[in-house]
């Protein structure tokens, strides 16, 4: 069973105008389509590796032969973080997390606007193309990081509860060069419910 390019939940306009329709298309159409692809191709030689799940595959890496283990590296990864992307967004989003994710916020940066700017900060710092992330640690507690390229927190024992996109095909059309603006008008199509669901799974390992 090869890996699949999930639909988008939401239309192409759904996120507008934080988002905006032609970005949605090119992003998820071909881009993670493109992802999908290459991930198919470097695994086709694999067939047990390719018939994990993508989460296990890129925690795997370093049982991919190792012809295949850069692009398995940058294409399972890009399938793995654009999934989780589509899904923690949606339209009318936003607002503040609530629960045992609020108070783990609370508890981990001292406020939910720490938080937050701690986050977006980590997305600006980012140079080049990568990703800014909440992630669980090995001890269990709540960490905000970034990655290069699309390597995942999954890689290194992380468990990505939510992460925004910083690579310029994630943004440009709509914000050219201003990746701030981006970041901070991102937080108006975050899907709490997902996220605190992705929290709860994170932590009980499932
Ligand atoms: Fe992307």
Same mark, same amino acid.
């Given at each position: 069973m090869a890996f699949e390019l999930p639909?988008? &939940? $939401?239309?192409?306009?759904?996120?507008? &105008? $934080?988002?905006d329709t032609q970005t949605m298309q090119l992003h998820h159409d071909k881009h993670h389509a493109a992802y999908v692809n290459n991930l198919n191709a470097a695994l086709q030689n694999s067939a047990e590796l390719a018939s994990l799940s993508v989460e296990d595959v890129v925690r795997r890496?370093?049982?991919?032969?190792e012809s295949a283990r850069t692009a398995v590296r940058n294409n399972g990864g890009g399938h793995v973080n654009h999934s989780m992307f589509w899904q923690i967004m949606k339209p009318n989003g936003g607002g503040e997390p609530t629960g045992e994710l609020a108070s783990a916020i609370q508890q981990t940066f001292g406020s939910f606007d720490t938080f937050k700017a701690q986050f977006n900060d980590a997305g600006v710092k980012r140079f080049g193309s990568g990703w800014t992330w909440l992630v669980i640690d090995q001890s269990g507690k709540l960490a905000v990081m970034s990655t290069a390229?699309?390597?995942?927190?999954l890689m290194d024992g992380l468990y990505p509860v939510m992460g925004n996109d910083v690579w310029d095909h994630a943004y440009y059309l709509k914000y050219q060069n201003r990746r701030p603006d981006y970041l901070n008008a991102w937080w108006n199509v975050v899907n709490w419910d997902e996220v605190a669901r992705r929290y709860s799974q994170g932590r009980t390992g499932s």
């Open positions: 639909p988008l &939940p $939401y239309a192409y306009d759904a996120l507008e &105008p $934080y988002i890496l370093s049982e991919v032969p390229n699309q390597d995942s927190p």
